[in-house]
């Protein structure tokens, strides 16, 4: 099966740099995918890591380390828009078979002036 | 434009009675997904689909079902022996089992105990 770990709350300051971590255990681990969301709304899509090291998208980067099956993303020039849930998913062939998705509980972002 | 529809935003049910929330997608995706998600707390998978006619389990199955008769349609039955079943309830698709795509997710049913 799988089990994903991230903290449950984190505040910030706008303008700063913030880094949410997140560890997994995994069978037939793929890569790791991080999403955004809103309160009362759908997740939306930020990255995916499947290789190895840091993977950057303007003010959002993510990185992966397999070995240690550790993740984290980090914001940069935090606006308060970013206030948010954000969500860490690992996507795993368990047996080889389908591909199979499981969130993390989510870590929730508060963004303060 | 493509995309996932979810009906109704709303939804609420009274004791002892099925209720069925309605996810289609204009996609062209193979993979659909039903999550749910309870306050403060992640996105926990009831069931998924990868090709029509078969699906299979995910973590919290029990006093759901589902059907996939057709592609671009998935939905989810909640029945009276889930005794929970307040949540917000998201479905989701994407490509297939082949590429390790992101999924898309429509706007959610949020469901209610009378």
């Known amino acids: 099966g799988q089990n994903i770990d991230q903290p449950t709350e984190m505040t910030a300051t706008e303008g700063a740099i913030v880094q949410i971590n997140c560890t997994y255990q995994t069978s037939g681990f793929n890569g790791l995918f991080w999403y955004q969301q809103h309160a009362g709304e759908a997740p939306t899509f930020l990255s995916y890591n499947v290789l190895d090291g840091l993977e950057e998208k303007g003010r959002f980067s993510s990185f992966l380390s397999r070995s240690k099956g550790y993740s984290y993303l980090l914001l940069k020039e935090l606006q308060m828009k970013d206030s948010a849930s954000y969500l860490c998913a690992g996507d795993a062939r368990p047996s080889g078979g389908y591909q199979k998705v499981t969130f993390g509980t989510g870590t929730k972002l508060q963004v303060i002036p | 434009d493509g995309g996932i529809t979810q009906s109704p935003k709303y939804l609420f049910r009274k004791e002892g009675q099925n209720v069925t929330l309605s996810c289609e997608q204009n996609l062209n995706h193979d993979a659909m997904y039903w999550y749910r998600q309870d306050p403060g707390q992640g996105l926990r998978l009831i069931y998924y689909s990868q090709i029509v006619n078969d699906f299979q389990k995910g973590d919290i199955a029990e006093g759901y079902s589902v059907s996939r008769e057709k592609k671009e349609s998935f939905p989810l039955t909640v029945t009276s022996a889930q005794k929970n079943p307040t949540a917000f309830y998201l479905c989701?698709?994407?490509?297939?089992?082949?590429?390790?795509?992101?999924?898309?997710f429509g706007d959610g049913t949020r469901l209610s105990i009378l």
């Open positions: 989701a698709s994407n490509p297939g089992a082949m590429g390790n795509q992101p999924q898309h």
